[in-house]
């Protein structure tokens, strides 16, 4: 569920001595967003706003017989958008997060930080100088993030943009959060927060009893992990939020590298491909509805919208399909793209890809619809 977001006062604000607040430029070897050149819009493109534009006209390239949505611009080669470039070159990417208003995205180094840009790449603001943030997750005015180096989670309100923290942990390796509270992965035990978002207090479940947890979403009031099991498999664990566990739902997977979750399940990217765990008739089951032949590729992120999914692939295709395994779409390529995670907003479908001979990676979008 996205959420109306304010924007950030500016790139003027001072922050504590903990963050340093600096823009992205040439100057601090901050990654830059790409030039018209190469297909990406920039600060001078005519439409600035969250949505493409209604009167953009499809460049020569375009073949509208083949493409049956908007490319935002973009050319159409073979029946799929070609990606815009957004941003290139950013060392340790890892997380992404984004509504109309603002794309976050996470480096997860050492001094590394988050990164905001304006919905057309344009306008970058700052980085907060952090220990290895990883998850990012908007959640109404506030951005939340979890930091592996200083084993906490933190938040910033865009109109503040000095980092809290929500509490102390074990080193988390996985965040999600949703308008009743968030929910973290550490190498031995699932934690909530116990009260909603407000809430500085956390409960537990140990987790060193039944394998290592590698994936977590929350919303409605319930928390979802992957972990593995024996003999290499996986299954999804089910918590109440506070709460014990409640239900475990073996999984046709052997490694899982996404999970979102929506009003007619769970949804996971998997080796085997698009897994949805649906509660149909009141026992939960899990079923595979798109295998990685009818996507090219194996699903790496996916993320969940107007009951619509939407899937990245490790060779940087983007698909949509519904929960059921119909209307499978291509949306966009992404050539030389080893697709990692995604992010949806009302407008834009945002993916992130990463170089496998460097430590670099770069964010692409297509317009949703």
């Known amino acids: 569920m996205r959420f109306p977001l304010a924007l950030f006062l500016g790139t003027s604000l001072v922050l504590t001595a903990a963050v340093a607040c600096t823009a992205f430029d040439a100057a601090n070897q901050q990654p830059q967003p790409p030039a018209d050149s190469d297909g ?3 600060a001078s493109d005519a439409n600035q706003g969250g949505e493409p534009d209604a009167n953009n006209q499809p460049d020569a390239t375009d073949d509208a017989s083949t493409c049956a949505h908007d490319c935002g611009g973009a050319a159409c080669q073979n029946g799929a958008c070609v990606a815009i470039p957004v941003l290139d070159d950013i060392d340790d990417l890892f997380g992404i997060t984004a509504d109309d208003a603002d794309l976050f995205y996470s480096r997860r180094a050492a001094l590394g930080g988050i990164g905001r840009l304006g919905p057309n790449g ?8 952090l ?7 908007l959640v109404g005015p506030r951005l939340y993030f979890a930091v592996e180096g200083t084993a906490s989670i933190k938040y910033m309100d865009r109109a503040a943009v000095v980092p809290v923290s929500v509490s102390a942990t074990a080193t988390p390796l996985r965040l999600s959060a949703d308008g009743s509270g968030a929910a973290w992965l550490t190498a031995s035990s699932v934690v909530w927060t116990s009260g909603g978002l407000g809430d ?3 409960q537990s479940f140990d987790l060193a009893a039944v394998g290592e947890a590698t994936a977590l979403t929350v919303g409605n009031g319930k928390t979802w992990i992957v972990r593995g099991v024996s003999g290499g498999a996986h299954a999804l664990e089910v918590f109440g939020r506070p709460g014990p566990r409640t239900e475990t739902v073996p999984l046709p ?32 089951v899990a079923e595979t509805v798109v295998p990685p032949v009818s996507l090219g590729g194996e699903p790496r992120g996916i993320d969940e919208l107007d009951g619509v999914l939407y899937v990245v692939t490790d060779n940087g295709d983007v698909w949509r399909v519904k929960p059921d395994g119909t209307g499978l779409t291509l949306l966009a390529r992404a050539p030389a793209c080893t697709g990692e995670r995604i992010a949806v907003s009302a407008s834009w479908v945002y993916w992130t890809c990463m170089a496998s001979s460097t430590n670099k990676g770069s964010i692409r979008k297509t317009p949703r619809r």
């Not at 306008?123 to 100088?129: H, T």
């Open 253 to 284: 997977a052997a490694s899982v590298t996404a999970i979102d979750n929506g009003a007619s399940g769970v949804f996971l990217a998997a080796d085997t491909g698009v897994i949805v765990v649906s509660n149909a008739g009141g026992s939960s």
């Open 122 to 129: 344009n306008a970058s603001e700052y980085v907060p100088m």
């Open 200 to 202: 500085l207090t956390s």
């Open 40 to 42: 990406g819009p920039n």
């Open 131 to 137: 220990d290895r943030p990883n998850d990012v997750v």
